[in-house]
């Protein structure tokens, strides 16, 4: 393995030099070990300097230092700068020839041609069987030209060298191609984590770009609270909850409020809730005050560590005010309606009860029809009155037949069942008493038998039951209309909400039967329950507790 801190400092000092300077740095120390060897010479050896073949390989030398200097590596071939590593093995025959019975390891030089050639990648093999001859050269060609005969023996004694540069070759080839194997590994590694960053860096600004479209404010929190992200339309938000006596407020300090403009305490605050572990929707509140001051609805998401721990939370901030200002001015609008409809009813109830009073003198059918048509307009009134008064609904529970009740709400509804094509089928027992509010109950028994009605206009069967189960009164009407998807049931006791297939057909309605129902059952201390599929049916469940007193 190599050092970072060599290859860091190889890096800088040579490889991001250019081609002609890398090659001068490489033959400088060759060239600076041939002046140390020079300098030795003339200090205790001044007869080798007259040597004509130390002379040459001096002269050689220096030539070569100058080709490296001279010479625009860039523009040649690539790997021509190997010419310098077999000038070097002539010259260094020379030096070693005229030198060497006076200094016998001036043959060491012939190391740095030996690495360079080795250590440059560039045909490895050749690198070793050049570097192997060009050592074996230097060694024979003397002896052969020298007067000396030529014998196996003398040609023998100084193999070992030439071998020794071989296998030094070889190290340096095998060193030198596992450094490089790394460094590309590296390279790769390199350019792989750089893509990754880019990539990630694209990714970040499109989720800043995406956040800071959005018109909802998104804040991001660790464990601890501290905010790790937040849009501009958070900032915003964020902004106009600042107390103005306070330079940098906790959330504790913020103007948060709750229903009634009452401040919010500190385990109720949205952030807080999250950070705690819990997880929430469209919990409403208000932020800021005086003409700063907004409605806004939030919504949080934990995040978990494989261990199950908090990792934070994701807070979402929806200012909501424009919209709970034009559910003001819609009920404003209703109140106003309401309260010129009941000029009219009020005349019509009375009308009603003066022929009501007659009914003895008027035909069977006809008195029959009259005390449908006061029921309806009784209950016209109520639906009036309770327009806008939902929440504050009173229940006066009595003893009632339920069954009776049952049977008035699936009289009224008949005409409009032919209508429709729908077949109504009762399904209760003879009698079921119990404490309820007569009038109410009757109330939600029209709007749920009404609207099973309406949603089956192509035909089809809505069924009413009751009984009893213990001392509960158990309430169902079944449809085999068009269904509800699950996003409507969500909303179906929304105030106002109708199903996309409603306004579609155009079915007649204002969206306030289910949350006056669900009104009225939970006045008597009970529950609704809806079970839907689209194109399939509805079935809309009431349970009354604890009101059956008789059971005949």
Request: contains cysteine; negative net charge.
């Amino acid at each position: 393995m190599t050092n970072p801190a060599s290859e860091t400092l190889l890096k800088r000092h040579f490889y991001k030099r250019s081609l002609r300077m890398r090659v001068i740095l490489t033959q400088l120390p060759l060239t600076l070990t041939v002046m140390l060897t020079v300098a030795l010479v003339a200090a205790y050896y001044p007869k080798t300097l007259g040597d004509p073949h130390f002379v040459i390989g001096l002269w050689l030398q220096a030539g070569i230092l100058a080709l490296c200097c001279l010479m625009p590596w860039d523009k040649l071939p690539r790997g021509s700068f190997l010419l310098i590593p077999y000038l070097d093995f002539i010259a260094v025959g020379f030096i070693r020839h005229g030198s060497a019975q006076f200094i016998t390891a001036v043959g060491l030089l012939v190391l740095f041609p030996v690495f360079w050639l080795s250590a440059s990648g560039v045909a490895r093999k050749t690198a070793v069987v050049s570097s192997t001859l060009g050592t074996l050269l230097i060694v024979w060609v003397p002896l052969i030209l020298g007067p000396a005969r030529i014998t196996p023996e003398l040609l023998a004694k100084p193999l070992l060298f030439p071998f020794m540069m071989m296998a030094f070759s070889i190290t340096v080839v095998i060193m030198t191609a596992s450094m490089d194997s790394q460094r590309l590994a590296i390279e790769e590694k390199d350019a792989k984590l750089r893509t990754a960053l880019n990539l990630s860096k694209q990714r970040e600004q499109l989720l800043e770009t995406v956040l800071d479209t959005v018109a909802v404010g998104i804040v991001v929190v660790d464990e601890g609270g501290n905010d790790q992200l937040m849009n501009s339309t958070q900032t915003v938000i964020h902004s106009r909850a600042m107390p103005g006596d306070i330079a940098n407020p906790q959330e504790k300090d913020l103007l948060l409020f709750g229903y009634g403009k009452v401040l919010l305490p500190a385990d109720e605050r949205p952030v807080r809730r999250a950070i705690l572990g819990e997880s929430f929707t469209n919990y409403q509140m208000w932020i800021g005050e005086g003409e700063n001051s907004r409605a806004i609805s939030t919504t949080a998401r934990t995040m978990r560590n494989e261990d199950g721990s908090s990792a934070g939370a994701v807070i979402a901030f929806h200012d909501n005010t424009e919209t709970m200002a034009a559910l003001a001015a819609k009920d404003d609008f209703v109140a106003n309606v309401s309260h010129e409809f009941r000029t009219p009813l009020t005349s019509i109830l009375g009308y009603l009860a003066m022929i009501a009073d007659e009914s003895d003198r008027l035909p069977q059918d006809l008195s029959t029809f009259v005390g449908i048509t006061q029921r309806n307009a009784l209950r016209l009134n109520r639906l009036v009155s309770d327009l806008l008064t939902t929440d504050a609904m009173e229940v006066s529970p009595a003893m009632a037949d339920v069954s009776a009740l049952i049977a008035e709400s699936v009289a009224s509804a008949r005409p409009m069942a032919e209508k429709n094509g729908v077949e109504l089928i009762l399904d209760v027992p003879g009698q079921l008493r119990a404490m309820v509010d007569g009038g109410r109950i009757g109330q939600a028994l029209d709007n749920l038998i009404s609207n099973a009605i309406k949603y089956s206009p192509d035909g089809g069967t809505v069924t009413v039951r009751a009984w009893n189960d213990g001392a509960d009164v158990v309430c169902e009407v079944q449809d085999t209309g068009m269904g509800m998807s699950s996003a409507e049931q969500a909303q179906a006791f929304t105030k106002f909400f109708r199903a996309d297939p409603a306004l579609e057909r155009s079915i007649p309605g204002l969206g306030l039967g289910l949350l006056i129902t669900k009104t009225i059952v939970a006045n008597h201390g009970g529950h609704i329950s809806i079970q839907s599929e689209r194109n399939v049916g509805t079935t809309m469940r009431m349970v009354l507790p604890e009101c059956v007193l008789v059971l005949v």
